[in-house]
């Protein structure tokens, strides 16, 4: 087994790190650590427009990856420990969450904190959710990897997934927000992230006198900055690879009462229809196929806007004020 322990905080990074290692390094076991400066990753199946606060992601810099696996979106900060694991397909049952939950359920066990792997893949303190774990099988290889909430900015956290689930119509799958808790509540107060991760390091190493600590060559690094630059910081993959979906809002303001309905496909407008009680001196149907083929982007839409005279579709109404409807 080799352990890897990431030299990044960047989760296109690290996210892309996960396939990088499974190509690379097809048959051998891995176990995978890195911590993420504040993230959304999204499950494989997500829109991750109906997952995510997107004026709130936008203005923390918080960064937005979709992941390999499926499952649900989950927040990750400095606070927040991951760890991943690759074995080869048909090893382990696939649909068995324990065996490599059980490193971290002992670990905590050790240190008198009654952790358990509750349901299919959470674990779980006393009832409170502090780990989600997700699963793939991808070129023979299976993946498992959780996330340990230590000490995590709880209240980002919430406000980062917080979105009005009445804009989307899909049948993506959805998040299921479970009480949380940091395992902080629980640690000695000289157990952080890193102390934390440096102890399941251990755990690891005892259990497997085997494993040996690998670090990243320069070969690995740029081979995962190539896919970081080619797939996993575009907004094609963590975007546009969202489920076809129906997108709708409504806005009042001066101008009068603007609906917007947007069906999309892989991120793009297919179809646009706006409704309201405005006064135009233009058709809204222009506005509309203008946005025809678009993407639903809102930096994109920007763009689109301020090249039209808005005024002559709403009345008296900001580029502004019209891009609050395709949030």
Known sequence: MLIIDS??????????SEEYLLYKYPKADIFLLYINAPSIIIGKFQNTLAEINLDYVQDQ?????????GGGAVYHDLGNLNFSFHTLLGTNDFMDFSTFTQPVVSLLNQMDIPAKLEGRNDLLVEGKKFSGNAKLAKNGKMIQHGTLLIDSHMEV???ALKVNPLKFIDKAVKSNRARVINLSEYLPENISTLPFKQLLIAEMMKNNPEATMYTLTDEDISGIEKLVADKYATWEWNF?????????????IPAGFIEVHLDVHKGHIEKAKIFGDFFASKPIEELENILIGEKHDIAHIAQLLEGQDITAYFGKVSVAEVLELFK
Do not use: E
């Open 7 to 16: 030299p990044s905080n960047n989760a296109y990074f690290n996210i892309a």
């Open 157 to 159: 956290l919430g406000d």
């Open 240 to 252: 546009g690879a969202s489920p076809n979906y129906n997108f709708k809002k409504a806005l009042k």
């Open 61 to 69: 810099g918080i960064k937005v990856v979709r992941r390999m696996s």
